[in-house]
């Protein structure tokens, strides 16, 4: 499996600096944070988009994916949903990144049944755009379908193999799945994984790797015995977290627990 992180963990850093950690801590790749506060957002030009590719070219680390925020669950119209992601879309292409990230972002105004059927019909739009430019489109086990299960509702509906699912974590062992559970829903559909760690339900607070509560020895142990090999993805939050500690001075270790993870379970 290869490693990445997100740059949620050091918003707002400037690409130079997040490739001289990625490079310098030996992780394959970098998920970037797709938003307007952050160097790589949908408003790059194609000077910019061409720049950045190369920069990550240069360096040796691949962009994993662009993690966006458009929820295709939400109420509302279509097109706007469908739209940005179409644009998040072409950003990956531009920028050579095979997965773009987005939310299911169901509403309590809706039943189950209608956040789902949304939810794919726009995502069945989205993955046509996406097989012309050769990219793939995750659905994140999040919010409103925080689960394996929940997010396999949607992608069942879709039928479509350019849209898939991004497991995080922390939202199915909250939503009571243990990793087994959650490997077999998602299995046929998983793009990658997203890794991290915490202190309790309650408490969602980023912590080193192996410092908190979250099952990632077992979440590794199922991936290898069903012989999966794509990419982990730390997804350290600091973003939301002020107090939590800074990223920089974890990921070497970070990337040597991920490893030993790996070990113990080939």
């Given at each position: 499996?290869?490693?990445?992180?997100?740059?949620?963990?050091?918003?707002?850093?400037p690409?130079?600096?997040?490739?001289?950690?990625?490079?310098?801590?030996?992780?394959?790749?970098?998920?970037?944070?797709?938003h307007?506060?952050?160097?790589?957002?949908?408003?790059?030009?194609?000077?910019?988009?061409?720049?950045?590719?190369?920069?990550?070219?240069?360096?040796g680390?691949?962009?994993?994916?662009?993690?966006?925020?458009?929820?295709?669950?939400?109420?509302?119209?279509?097109?706007?949903?469908?739209?940005?992601?179409?644009?998040?879309?072409?950003?990956?292409?531009?920028?050579?990144?095979?997965?773009?990230?987005?939310?299911?972002?169901?509403?309590?105004?809706?039943?189950?049944?209608?956040?789902?059927?949304?939810?794919?019909?726009?995502?069945?739009?989205?993955?046509?755009?996406?097989?012309?430019?050769?990219?793939?489109?995750?659905?994140e086990?999040h919010?409103?379908?925080?689960?394996?299960?929940?997010?396999?509702?949607?992608?069942?509906?879709?039928?479509?193999?350019?849209?898939g699912?991004?497991?995080?974590?922390?939202?199915?062992?909250?939503?009571?799945?243990?990793p087994?559970?959650?490997?077999?829903?998602?299995?046929?559909?998983?793009?990658?994984?997203?890794?991290?760690?915490?202190?309790?339900?309650?408490?969602?607070?980023?912590?080193?790797?192996?410092?908190?509560?979250?099952?990632?020895?077992?979440?590794?142990?199922?991936?290898?015995?069903?012989?999966?090999?794509?990419?982990?993805?730390?997804?350290?939050?600091?973003?939301?977290?002020?107090?939590?500690?800074?990223?920089?001075?974890?990921?070497?270790?970070?990337?040597?627990?991920?490893?030993?993870?790996?070990?113990?379970?080939?």
């Amino acid at each position: 499996m290869k490693l990445a992180f997100s740059t949620l963990g050091v918003p707002g850093l400037p690409l130079a600096e997040v490739l001289r950690l990625a490079a310098g801590h030996g992780y394959h790749g970098v998920e970037l944070r797709t938003h307007p506060e952050e160097p790589v957002h949908l408003g790059l030009g194609p000077e910019e988009r061409t720049q950045v590719a190369a920069a990550f070219k240069e360096a040796g680390v691949e962009i994993l994916g662009l993690a966006g925020y458009a929820r295709v669950a939400a109420p509302g119209a279509d097109e706007p949903v469908i739209e940005e992601t179409r644009e998040l879309i072409g950003l990956a292409r531009d920028l050579g990144a095979p997965f773009v990230r987005v939310f299911p972002g169901g509403s309590d105004s809706q039943s189950p049944a209608e956040a789902d059927a949304v939810a794919a019909r726009r995502l069945g739009v989205a993955a046509e755009y996406a097989a012309d430019l050769g990219v793939r489109v995750l659905l994140e086990t999040h919010d409103s379908h925080g689960t394996g299960a929940a997010a396999m509702r949607i992608l069942g509906l879709v039928g479509h193999r350019q849209v898939g699912a991004l497991w995080d974590v922390m939202h199915t062992w909250r939503g009571g799945e243990q990793p087994q559970e959650t490997y077999a829903a998602l299995s046929p559909y998983l793009g990658y994984v997203q890794v991290k760690d915490i202190a309790s339900t309650e408490d969602t607070t980023p912590l080193a790797l192996g410092a908190g509560v979250l099952p990632l020895a077992e979440c590794v142990e199922v991936l290898s015995r069903h012989g999966w090999d794509g990419w982990l993805c730390w997804e350290y939050e600091k973003r939301w977290y002020e107090a939590a500690e800074p990223l920089e001075g974890l990921l070497g270790a970070g990337r040597h627990h991920l490893a030993r993870l790996l070990n113990d379970s080939a």
